[in-house]
């Protein structure tokens, strides 16, 4: 297993700054995953623990071993990229087996290697393929074994999903999941999919412009967001964010006449954060008046969207309950579910 630990980073392109300055530790054994929108900085990061790049200053640390200069083929780290990048023209078996030909390991060796490997990943039927042949999950399995066959310290993972559809997503999330755990090596995973990053991760870096604007459990991301970016990042609808504040204990929102309900923040002007999921919708329910403007159907649940006065909403309708445009329902929540950001730092309220 392999602790990683990322001093003052610094890496600009061109002379504009990719990442200004950036601490990070990444637990050892853990599978981390770094979240985050296009442009923030999160491949970067990967190539430069790889070797790929090198930071303008700043230091890589790796088991204790300064790496920030070493090469990329001496740090026996292995990196899974987005479009497999196999080698078209050899089988499976012959893609697995490359690493261990390239390290000089003997016959005996590169054939029990492949064929545990192939036997780990449910490949041992594909081994005579070649990369053409297979689906996106297929090739993608492939990848991972020929990553993982050299038993390298930490595996890096670069959006390596993103080129499969939505039912091969979600099998794959699971495989790459239960094969760290069953490995017990560290991996760092990159994504800008937030599914991906909740239901994968020991640990979540949400990062935006090289910054890293919240780290902790994805159950820490979600319920406690540290500022109202990563609250808006994490959660799908987004998170609603409203303008109001508190005066003797009364919460009130921007454009409504009358409070919403009692709370114990300090009186101050606040943005207010409240999921969807905790605006429940009903036509008998005490709380605020809602004109319904859109309604989503996801399944299982029904989301609707509207306005708080002038201040637009997304509510969540009860299951089996039908709801029509134009109509105006009732929405409550209770003062648990409330996120307080201060309104010029946009950092939680405590």
């Known amino acids: 297993m392999s602790r990683v630990e990322l001093k003052d980073i610094v890496k600009s392109f061109a002379g504009n700054p ?81 690493p261990l030909q390239v390290a000089k390991a003997d016959k005996v060796r590169i054939d029990r ?60 999330r699971g495989e790459i999941k239960s094969l760290q755990r069953r490995l017990g090596k560290t991996m760092i995973y990159v994504t800008h999919d937030q599914t991906e990053a909740m239901t994968m991760a020991d640990t979540l870096v949400v990062l935006e412009k090289g910054k890293i604007m919240q780290q902790g459990t994805p159950d ?12 808006r990042f994490i959660g799908s609808p987004p998170i609603n964010i409203l303008r109001g504040s508190v005066r003797r204990g009364e919460l009130r929102l921007e454009s409504l006449s009358s409070p919403i309900c009692h709370v114990t923040m300090p009186d101050d002007d606040y943005l207010i954060g409240i999921r969807p999921d905790d605006l429940i919708a009903s036509p008998e329910s005490a709380g605020v008046s809602m004109t319904i403007e859109r309604v989503e159907f996801h399944g299982a649940t029904t989301y609707l969207y509207g306005r708080f006065g002038e201040q637009a909403i997304v509510a969540h309708g009860p299951d089996r309950r039908r709801f029509e445009v134009g109509e105006t329902i009732r929405v409550a929540f209770t003062p648990e579910a409330v996120h307080f950001f201060h309104h010029e730092t946009l950092q939680r309220c405590e």
Request: charged letters at 20%; aromatic letters at 6%.
């Open 220 to 231: 820490e991301v979600y319920h406690r967001p540290a500022n109202v970016f990563t609250a």
């Open 18 to 98: 990719v990442i200004p300055c950036l601490n990070l530790e990444i637990e050892s054994g853990k599978l981390t995953v770094l979240l985050g929108p296009s442009g923030c900085g999160k491949s970067t990061l990967l190539r430069l623990i790889a070797g790929l790049e090198y930071p303008d200053a700043g230091k890589i640390i790796l088991d204790g071993e300064d790496i920030t200069t070493l090469e990329s083929r001496r740090r026996n780290i292995a990196m899974v990229f987005q479009n497999y990048a196999l080698y078209p023209h050899l089988t499976v078996r012959e893609n697995l087996a490359f």
């Open 113 to 172: 290697e492949v064929a545990a490997t192939a036997e780990l990943l449910g490949l041992s039927s594909m081994l005579a393929r070649y990369p053409k042949t297979l689906s996106g999950g297929e090739r993608q399995r492939t990848a991972v074994g020929r990553a993982i066959i050299r038993n390298p310290r930490l595996f890096l993972l670069d959006e390596p999903l993103s080129n499969l559809d939505f039912q091969l997503r979600n099998q794959m």
